[in-house]
């Protein structure tokens, strides 16, 4: 019986054991991160999968110190899905039938990284998500497979993020079992491309000098599982977990007050927000949170006090 490891520290971890094990096709080692890396991202740790299925379980926070490869080099297949290292050699040739990842664009378009953000922020309207065998570049292998979705300007990167999740476990359920019987056939990605730069959690902050708009799908963008999006009063971190646009996308704002302003509340028998000027249009914060606090809707600042009307975001 053929064999594989497989190694993610991402939420569709678990759910894609499950399905694997169920078709009879199980993972016979689970690479994962330590539990002192739950800060990151979108983390999820394998310890339940690994007892639930009987599954040995090797937990590293560096996937190239040596560990993975003395376990991998005996098995026919390595799948490396949602890891935040390019895997190196020994470790990438260890497995006769190579090694396979997953990335949530449409490659050769979007190699890099935080994929989703940037997906949000260019408001592309479809995307992909590639299967490919990996090599010694950033997401430049050759093409197993690729499966289509859809972004809607209603979707925060939570909701793209739970697409991708349904597709990365089936497109693994589907190619795994073909992978290890040799049946696949692997394609060169086309030329060109292009690179998405890394974004780290400081990279959030707002410019509310920016259209309404695009400060709309930046906060979408930096939604739960990432950091969130962030703004300071009065030197405090606030961070805006989501928002509104009012009315169409080119609404101006005509009013005197600059950019950051907040002009008034706005009332809601659910999340409560409050009216915010931008360079240009109107933006509704809804879901807040200072820093090191719980989350609120931005109405409960203003009728608390923490918050005025004419107070300036960014400030």
């Known amino acids: 019986?053929?064999?594989?490891?497989?190694?993610?520290?991402?939420?569709?971890?678990?759910?894609?054991?499950?399905?694997?094990?169920?078709?009879?096709?199980?993972?016979?080692?689970?690479?994962?991160?330590?539990?002192?890396?739950?800060?990151?991202?979108?983390?999820?740790?394998?310890?339940?999968?690994?007892?639930?299925?009987?599954?040995?379980?090797?937990?590293?926070?560096?996937?190239?110190?040596?560990?993975?490869?003395?376990?991998?080099?005996?098995?026919?297949?390595?799948?490396?899905?949602?890891?935040?290292?390019?895997?190196?050699?020994?470790?990438?040739?260890?497995?006769?039938?190579?090694?396979?990842?997953?990335h949530p664009t449409r490659l050769p378009e979007g190699r890099g990284r935080a994929a989703l953000p940037w997906t949000i922020i260019k408001r592309l309207e479809t995307s992909a998500v590639s299967l490919f065998f990996l090599d010694e570049g950033a997401d430049t292998g050759d093409l197993i497979a690729q499966r289509e979705f859809t972004i809607s300007r209603r979707d925060d990167v939570g909701a793209v993020y739970r697409k991708v999740t349904e597709i990365n476990v089936d497109l693994l359920a589907t190619y795994i079992p073909l992978l290890l019987e040799g049946r696949?056939?692997?394609?060169?990605?086309?030329?060109?491309?292009?690179?998405?730069?890394?974004?780290?959690?400081?990279?959030?902050?707002?410019?509310?000098?920016?259209?309404?708009?695009?400060?709309?799908?930046?906060?979408?963008?930096?939604?739960?599982?990432?950091?969130?999006?962030?703004?300071?009063?009065?030197?405090?971190?606030l961070y805006v977990h989501s928002a509104d646009l009012i009315g169409a996308d080119l609404i101006e704002h005509g009013g005197s007050e600059p950019a950051g302003t907040v002009l008034a509340p706005v009332w809601s028998t659910g999340t409560g927000g409050v009216l915010v000027a931008c360079g240009s249009g109107l933006l509704v914060v809804r879901e807040v949170q200072w820093e090191g606090g719980d989350r609120r809707d931005a109405l409960d600042l203003v009728e608390s006090g923490e918050l005025t009307v004419g107070a300036c975001l960014g400030t």
């Open 184 to 237: 696949v056939v692997a394609r060169p990605q086309g030329p060109g491309g292009s690179w998405w730069e890394k974004r780290r959690p400081e990279d959030g902050l707002i410019d509310w000098s920016r259209p309404a708009a695009d400060l709309y799908d930046w906060v979408r963008a930096l939604a739960s599982p990432y950091p969130g999006a962030f703004t300071s009063v009065s030197g405090r971190r």
């Open 1 to 102: 019986m053929k064999t594989f490891a497989f190694a993610t520290g991402m939420e569709f971890a678990a759910p894609a054991v499950d399905v694997l094990v169920a078709q009879g096709t199980p993972p016979s080692l689970l690479i994962g991160y330590p539990p002192a890396l739950q800060h990151r991202s979108g983390f999820a740790p394998l310890r339940e999968a690994s007892e639930k299925h009987g599954i040995p379980l090797l937990e590293t926070s560096d996937i190239n110190d040596g560990q993975a490869y003395e376990l991998v080099k005996g098995m026919d297949l390595f799948v490396i899905a949602g890891w935040s290292q390019l895997v190196r050699e020994p470790l990438l040739s260890a497995c006769p039938l190579g090694s396979i990842g997953l």
